[in-house]
C-alpha cells in the first residue's frame, strides 16, 4: 500500500501590478516544501482608491528643473530648509507660478503587495505626496485591500480585508452622526471581489485649487485606463482626501462627466467652509498658536511655526499671492460669525457697517484701512521679495471667491452623491478667532478710548509686527495706546479645523464621523479613522458592484 502523501495543491490568484497588468507574489520556500502552485490568471475588477493630500501635503520643486522646494520626506530637514527664511525670501520660493509638483519625494523601502521597488511606488503618485504625513496611511491601504488571494494556505481569501472588515461591521460607537448602517454580509462579500490599488495624487497648493480639480480629473482618467483592457476591466474610482484636498475632490466631480467615474468620496477633516485660524495665521503667524495645528508629535509648536510662519509677515507674503491658500478662508457659508473684538471689559463691540463675516470678501478680506483686515498692504512688499500690489492681491482674492461660490451655495451638486466623511473634536481649536482689547500703559485706564473708536484706527497707526499681541495708537492725538490680542483657542475641533466646519456636509452625505481626540495633520494614522475609511470604502464598493449588475455585466465577486 503506497502511503505517500500527496502534496495540496497551492492557487494563487492574481491581482494588477504596479503597470495595471495581471501580477502575482510567490515566495520562495525550503527545499522539503514540494507541493505545486497553481497561478489563476483571472479578469479582475478593479476600484483603484486615489488619496488627495491637505495643503502643504504635496511636494514641489521649481518649474523645469529637479529643484526641490516643499520636500516632506523629513520634517527636521524640512524645518531647517524653511524655518530661517524671512518673508522676501519665502515669497519669491513659494510662488505659485513658480513651483509644480515633485514627484521625486521618499517612498517605502520594503516592498508592500505586488509594489516591490521605488520606481513602483512612484508610477502610482505615492512620490508626489509627504512621506511623513501619509506614507504609514498609504501602506495600510494597500496591505489592507490588496492582499493577495492564496487558496490551500492558512491564509483566508483576502485575509487583512476580512480582518478589517470583521472590526468596522459596526461602528457606531466611532460618532456617527446619522443612523447607522452596519456593514452586511453581501457586502462585505461585494467588497472582496474587487482588487484597489491605491495611488496617490499631488498637486500645486499655492496655485488655484480649480486647476488642482483639473490635475485630478486627468489623473483618474490616466487610472482608469491604465485598469482597463486585457483581463483588467475598471471604469470608476474611489476617492479619499485629507483636509484641503477634499476640496479638490469636490470641485473635480462637479467637472463635466467626472461624478460617474467616482464611484464614492471619503473625506477626512476637511475645512468644508473653511477655517478661521488662516485668519488669524496672517496676522499673527504661528508662534503663539501651539502644534495642535499641524503635527505637534512630529515637529513641536516652534518648529511648526518656524515652517509655516511665524509671525504674521511671513505668513501673509505667501499667503496674498497663493489662491490655493485664500481658498482655505471661511467662506460666506460659514455657520456663525467668526471675527469679534472684545472691549476693555471683554463686552463684545458692535461689528455693524464695519465688517460683515457673512459677505467676507467685502468687508473682511478687502479692508485696506482698517487694522483688522486681512492683509495689512504693507506686507505685500517684505524686504527681500518681489512686492506685490493691492491690485494683484485683490485678483488672487476674487479667485478664492470664486472657486468658493463654485462649490457651495451656488453650486448644483455641493458633493458628491456618494460620500462619507468624518472631522475631529475635542482638541482645542478655532471656531471663531477673537480679538481682546487692552489698554497701555496703565495710566491711560482712566482715559481709555471708546472700544468703537478704537475699531476705526487705521493701519498706519497701528505698530504691527505680525506678533501677539499688536499696538493700537489712539485715533487721535493724545490719546492712549492700546494692545490687542488675540485670545487663544476655546473651541472644540481638530486642532486646525473646527467642529462648525468639519461637520458642515453632515445634510449632503451618507455618513459623518465625529471622532474624538484626533489632530489634523496625523488624523489618517488613527486606528478608528483608518477603520471609518474602512467602512466607508467596502460601502461605496458595494454600492458600484451593485451598479455593475444592473447592467448585467460581471459583477466583482462572480466567476473569475
Same mark, same amino acid.
Given at each position: 500500500m503506497n502511503t505517500t502523501t500527496v502534496p495540496p495543491r497551492r492557487r494563487l490568484y492574481t491581482q494588477p501590478g504596479a503597470n495595471g497588468q495581471p501580477s502575482v507574489t510567490v515566495t520562495l520556500t525550503p527545499a522539503h516544501r514540494t507541493d505545486t502552485v497553481q497561478i489563476v490568471v483571472q479578469l479582475n475588477h478593479v476600484l483603484p482608491v486615489v488619496f488627495v493630500p491637505g495643503i502643504m501635503g504635496?511636494?514641489?520643486?521649481?518649474?523645469?528643473t529637479e529643484n526641490a522646494v516643499w520636500r516632506?520626506?523629513?520634517?527636521?530637514?524640512?524645518?531647517?530648509?524653511?524655518?530661517?527664511?524671512?518673508?522676501?525670501?519665502?515669497?519669491?520660493?513659494?510662488?505659485?507660478?513658480?513651483?509644480?509638483?515633485?514627484?521625486?519625494?521618499?517612498?517605502p523601502e520594503s516592498p508592500v503587495g505586488v509594489l516591490r521597488t521605488a520606481a513602483d511606488f512612484r508610477a502610482r503618485g505615492w512620490g508626489e505626496v509627504g512621506h511623513t504625513s501619509y506614507n504609514e496611511f498609504l501602506v495600510w491601504a494597500e496591505?489592507?485591500?490588496?492582499?493577495?488571494?492564496?487558496?490551500?494556505?492558512?491564509e483566508d481569501t483576502y485575509g487583512r480585508l476580512g480582518a478589517t472588515l470583521l472590526v468596522v461591521k459596526d461602528g457606531r460607537a466611532w460618532g456617527a452622526q446619522k443612523p447607522f448602517d452596519p456593514l452586511t454580509e453581501d457586502e462585505s462579500r461585494s467588497a472582496q471581489g474587487w482588487s484597489y490599488p491605491v495611488h496617490a495624487c499631488g498637486y500645486n497648493w499655492l496655485d488655484d485649487n480649480e486647476i488642482a480639480a483639473q490635475r485630478l480629473a486627468k489623473r483618474i482618467d490616466e487610472i482608469i485606463a491604465q485598469y482597463s483592457g486585457g483581463m483588467s476591466r475598471c471604469t470608476q474610482v474611489i476617492v479619499i482626501t485629507h483636509s484641503m484636498g477634499g476640496l479638490v475632490a469636490r470641485r473635480c466631480a462637479q467637472l463635466p462627466g467626472m461624478a460617474q467615474k467616482i464611484a464614492g468620496v471619503v473625506h477626512g477633516v476637511m475645512p468644508a467652509v473653511g477655517a478661521p485660524?488662516?485668519?488669524?495665521?496672517?496676522?499673527?503667524?504661528?508662534?503663539?498658536?501651539?502644534a495642535s495645528g499641524i503635527g505637534k508629535a512630529a515637529l513641536g509648536s516652534w518648529g511648526?511655526?518656524?515652517?509655516?510662519?511665524?509671525?504674521?509677515?511671513?505668513?501673509?507674503?505667501?499667503?496674498?499671492?497663493s489662491p490655493g491658500a485664500l481658498q482655505l478662508l471661511p467662506t460666506a457659508e460659514y455657520p456663525r460669525a467668526w471675527l469679534e473684538v472684545r472691549d476693555i471689559d471683554s463686552a463684545s463691540l458692535s461689528m455693524a457697517g464695519?465688517? +460683515?463675516?457673512?459677505?467676507?470678501?467685502?468687508? &473682511?478680506?478687502?479692508? =485696506?484701512?482698517?487694522?483688522?483686515?486681512?492683509?495689512?498692504?504693507?506686507?505685500?512688499?517684505?524686504?527681500?521679495?518681489?512686492?506685490?500690489?493691492?491690485?494683484?492681491?485683490?485678483?488672487?482674492?476674487?479667485?478664492?471667491?470664486?472657486?468658493h461660490a463654485k462649490l457651495n451655495a451656488s453650486a448644483a451638486v455641493p458633493y458628491h452623491p456618494n460620500t462619507y466623511a468624518f472631522y475631529g473634536h475635542g482638541v482645542p481649536s478655532f471656531e471663531t478667532v477673537c480679538w481682546q482689547i487692552e489698554t497701555l500703559p496703565t495710566e491711560w485706564r482712566s482715559k481709555r478710548l471708546a472700544g468703537t473708536q478704537a475699531l476705526d484706527v487705521r493701519h498706519d497707526r497701528a505698530v504691527m509686527d505680525g506678533t501677539n499681541p499688536e499696538q493700537l495708537r489712539g485715533a487721535v492725538q493724545g490719546a492712549p495706546t492700546y494692545n490687542v490680542q488675540l485670545l487663544p483657542a476655546a +473651541?472644540?475641533?481638530?486642532?486646525?479645523?473646527? &467642529?462648525?466646519?468639519? =461637520?458642515?456636509?453632515?445634510?449632503n452625505v451618507h455618513q459623518i464621523f465625529g471622532i474624538p481626540g484626533i489632530e489634523h495633520e496625523p488624523a489618517y494614522k488613527s486606528g478608528i479613522a483608518q477603520h471609518v475609511t474602512a467602512y466607508a470604502i467596502t460601502r461605496i464598493a458595494a454600492s458600484a458592484a451593485q451598479a455593475i449588475g444592473a447592467g448585467k455585466t460581471t459583477k466583482p465577486g462572480a466567476a473569475r
Open positions: 504635496s511636494n514641489l520643486k521649481k518649474s523645469g516632506l520626506d523629513d520634517e527636521e530637514k524640512l524645518g531647517l530648509s524653511m524655518g530661517f527664511k524671512n518673508a522676501g525670501e519665502r515669497q519669491r520660493l513659494l510662488h505659485p507660478n513658480r513651483v509644480e509638483v515633485d514627484p521625486r519625494g521618499k517612498v496591505k489592507n485591500f490588496n492582499s493577495q488571494r492564496c487558496e490551500g494556505t492558512d485660524v488662516a485668519y488669524r495665521r496672517c496676522k499673527v503667524g504661528m508662534m503663539d498658536e501651539g511648526v511655526a518656524r515652517v509655516i510662519g511665524a509671525t504674521g509677515q511671513e505668513v501673509t507674503a505667501v499667503f496674498a499671492q464695519r465688517m +460683515d463675516t457673512a459677505k467676507p470678501y467685502d468687508t &473682511v478680506y478687502t479692508e =485696506r484701512q482698517q487694522w483688522w483686515g486681512l492683509v495689512k498692504e504693507d506686507w505685500l512688499k517684505p524686504k527681500d521679495g518681489e512686492p506685490l500690489t493691492w491690485t494683484t492681491y485683490l485678483k488672487t482674492l476674487r479667485l478664492a471667491s470664486s472657486f +473651541d472644540s475641533g481638530d486642532g486646525t479645523v473646527p &467642529v462648525a466646519s468639519g =461637520r458642515a456636509p453632515l445634510p
